[in-house]
Structure formats: C-alpha cells, structure tokens
C-alpha cells in the first residue's frame, strides 16, 4: 500500500506563524506598557536614563527569561537598554552552552563609574 504525500498548505502555515507573531506583539505591549507605569525610565544595568524622545531603545527584559511570566507587580521584569538586554541574553546563552549557572547577575559595570575621579591627582603629577 502506498502512501501518498501530500504538499504543505504554504498558506495556511503563513497564517499561523502572522497570528503567532501578532499574538506575541500584543501580549508584548501589555507588560511593557505596565513596565514603563511601574519603574523610572532608567536602565537597571547602565543606569542610562531615558527621555520620550529614545523610549524606544528601552526594553522590558524578563528576569528568569520566561516571556509569559508577567506578574501584575512587575517582580518578573526590569528595564534595559537595547544593549544590555542584547548582553543579558548573550551572557544567559552561553552559560547555558558553556555550562555556569544562567542566573548569575552581572556584576557592577555602570551607574557609579566617575570616569574623571582622579583628573586633579593625574593633572598634579604631570605638573611636577
């Protein structure tokens, strides 16, 4: 008995991934709709701050990395800027490929470096 093959409806399979990516959009602009109510426009790695003007480049990233965690409170969620949130998600995958734990919070690169903390001290030295 042969079976025969039939081809895949190409359509319907296009309609199926629109309404995936529609529904994800959605759901997307809830939680970060209620993200930006929650917390100051302010990065949570970098401490960059942002205006109306570059909200945009301010992301919702989800702390244990599961997009439909999203607690009314907000404890599943923390703003990023597009290149932290691009670091934290590098950082999560390769410690899953390299093995280390993905939970390992980053440690303090940004808010409180003073680049020019020591210029008076330098600038002394050059003068003697």
Known sequence: ??????????GKLDRIVAEAR??????????????????????GRCAREFELKN?????VHHKNHNHDDNPQDGSN?????????????RRYL??????????????????????FADLAALLNKTRT
Not at 25 to 39: I, M, P, V, W
Not at 77 to 89: G, P, S, T
């Open 1 to 10: 008995m042969a079976i025969k093959k039939t081809a895949p409806d190409i």
């Open 22 to 43: 529609r529904n994800q959009e959605e759901r997307e602009k809830g939680y970060r709709e209620q993200a930006l109510k929650l917390f100051p426009w302010i990065c």
């Open 55 to 59: 909200l945009r480049e301010l992301t």
């Open 77 to 89: 969620w923390e703003l990023l800027c597009l290149y932290c949130h691009d670091e934290e998600h």
């Open 94 to 115: 390769t410690a899953g490929t390299y093995g280390g734990s993905n939970t390992d919070k980053p440690k303090d690169t940004g808010g409180g470096h003073k680049a």
